[in-house]
């Protein structure tokens, strides 16, 4: 499906991005290809934050409308982009997030538990600070929630 507006040409402008779900976007079209329905735009920093620069990909399928929000005839990509150059990735910061994110993943697994155990654990996580003592769940360090992990399992610690 075409959307009207969207081509080549927009290339370098700064424009408004609709999708259907509701979402929209506002950015600069980094680069746009219509036989694989896919539109980058890139995202600058704000001004207390440019160096929170971000592009994202998006299927032109799900895209509703592109509105131009500047004048038409300027382009924002600065002589860098224009040439195909991405900006600086601070690699450094990258392997540290993922040696965090993996920190916390081994930290909230289970060992020798269900996955139907992992998935409990899993929910009671997003909102409770828990741990694992064996196979037990140790709930804010208060309760405790033992296989089969059903509601009635539920009791309150007991220190030794």
Same mark, same amino acid.
């Given at each position: 499906?075409?959307?009207?507006?969207?081509?080549?040409?927009?290339?370098?402008?700064?424009?408004?991005?609709?999708?259907?779900?509701?979402?929209?976007?506002?950015?600069?079209?980094?680069?746009?290809?219509?036989?694989?329905?896919?539109?980058?735009?890139?995202?600058?920093?704000?001004?207390?934050?440019?160096?929170?620069?971000?592009?994202?990909?998006?299927?032109?399928?799900?895209?509703?409308?592109?509105?131009?929000?500047?004048?038409?005839?300027?382009?924002?990509?600065?002589?860098?982009?224009?040439?195909?150059?991405?900006?600086?990735?601070?690699?450094?910061?990258?392997?540290?997030?993922?040696?965090? #994110?993996? @920190?916390?993943?081994?930290?909230?697994?289970?060992?020798?538990? $269900? !996955?139907?155990?992992? &998935? =409990?654990?899993? #929910?009671? @996580?997003?909102?409770?600070?828990?741990?694992?003592?064996?196979? $037990? !769940?140790?709930?804010? &360090? =208060?309760?405790?929630?033992?296989?089969?992990?059903?509601?009635?399992?539920?009791?309150?610690?007991?220190?030794?």
């Amino acid at each position: 499906m075409a959307i009207d507006g969207l081509s080549e040409s927009l290339v370098g402008k700064k424009v408004s991005v609709k999708t259907n779900n509701g979402e929209s976007f506002e950015g600069v079209i980094y680069a746009f290809d219509q036989k694989q329905n896919c539109l980058a735009l890139f995202e600058p920093g704000s001004q207390t934050n440019k160096s929170r620069q971000t592009f994202k990909m998006l299927n032109t399928s799900y895209v509703t409308s592109v509105t131009p929000v500047a004048d038409s005839t300027e382009t924002y990509l600065n002589e860098q982009f224009r040439k195909g150059d991405l900006p600086k990735i601070n690699t450094e910061k990258i392997q540290e997030r993922a040696r965090a #994110a993996r @920190e916390k993943r081994e930290y909230s697994m289970g060992a020798d538990v $269900t !996955i139907e155990a992992q &998935d =409990v654990f899993d #929910a009671i @996580e997003r909102t409770l600070k828990c741990s694992w003592d064996g196979s $037990t !769940i140790v709930i804010l &360090d =208060v309760v405790e929630l033992k296989a089969p992990y059903k509601p009635e399992d539920l009791k309150a610690k007991e220190d030794g």
